[in-house]
């Protein structure tokens, strides 16, 4: 079945710092892949998406990039705020008809 | 405002009481979900609802059943819960069941089973 593995958090920058956040995959077919963010008490919402190899998604200055030969989507961001703290949350949907499945979600923590 | 509203935002019950959680959107979403999201575990998916239609069903215990009346509106029914039922419940919907479909989720209701 399909899978996401994400790195385990929580990872703890200092503002301005860089992030990466590793995220690799197992999956049917051709997946679409997401990124999730939640704040804190808030859902999940949508950070950003890829659907077809080397598509690079970006949003609020993150951006993950759909690699099919390492079946991974780092989501990278240059400068972090401390408005960032969330948990972060990869997901894939393949196209043979199966649900979003979701990684185990890694918590960022940004100090000033 | 996500488009999807859940109430109550927390909930405390005995394990005897009955309560309801709900869910509303109106973004004219064909699929709704239910997610538990406990500490440190993954997300889970519970329920799935497509066109009023419950298209999945993961092996959830019998004291959580769903209602889906209408395409805008996804309940869930809690009785004889267990501590360990206590986690964040988040709702969630989306254009379609399968395919690239983005979910868009509520804020959660955050239960507490004493």
């Known amino acids: 079945g399909d899978s996401v593995t994400q790195m385990e958090g929580p990872v703890t920058l200092s503002e301005e710092a860089f992030l990466t956040i590793n995220c690799t995959y197992t999956?049917?077919?051709?997946?679409?892949l997401f990124w999730y963010v939640q704040y804190p008490g808030e859902g999940l919402q949508l950070l950003l998406k890829?659907?077809?190899?080397?598509d690079k998604g970006s949003n609020k200055g993150f951006e993950a990039t759909y690699r099919k030969e390492t079946t991974s989507f780092h989501l990278e961001k240059g400068s972090v705020q401390v408005s960032d703290s969330a948990v972060y949350f990869c997901?894939?949907?393949?196209?043979?008809?199966?649900?979003?499945?979701f990684g185990g979600g890694t918590r960022l923590m940004v100090k000033p | 405002e996500t488009g999807v509203t859940q109430t109550p935002r927390h909930l405390v019950m005995g394990m005897t009481n009955k309560k309801s959680l709900k869910c509303e959107q109106h973004?004219?979403?064909?699929?709704m979900y239910w997610y538990k999201q406990s500490a440190k575990k993954p997300l889970e998916l519970m329920f799935v609802?497509?066109?009023?239609?419950?298209?999945e069903n993961n092996s959830v215990p019998s004291r959580f059943s769903p209602e889906c009346p209408n395409s805008s509106h996804l309940f869930l029914h809690l009785h004889t819960l267990q501590p360990e039922d206590s986690a964040l419940y988040l709702c969630?919907?989306?254009?379609?069941?399968?395919?690239?479909?983005?979910?868009?989720f509520g804020a959660g209701s955050r239960l507490t089973v004493l």
């Open positions: 999956a049917t077919g051709y997946p679409s």
């Open positions: 969630a919907s989306s254009q379609e069941v399968t395919g690239a479909n983005v979910l868009t």
């Open positions: 997901a894939l949907i393949d196209n043979a008809g199966n649900m979003l499945t």
């Open positions: 890829a659907t077809k190899a080397d």
């Open positions: 973004l004219g979403h064909n699929a």
């Open positions: 609802y497509s066109l009023e239609e419950r298209v």
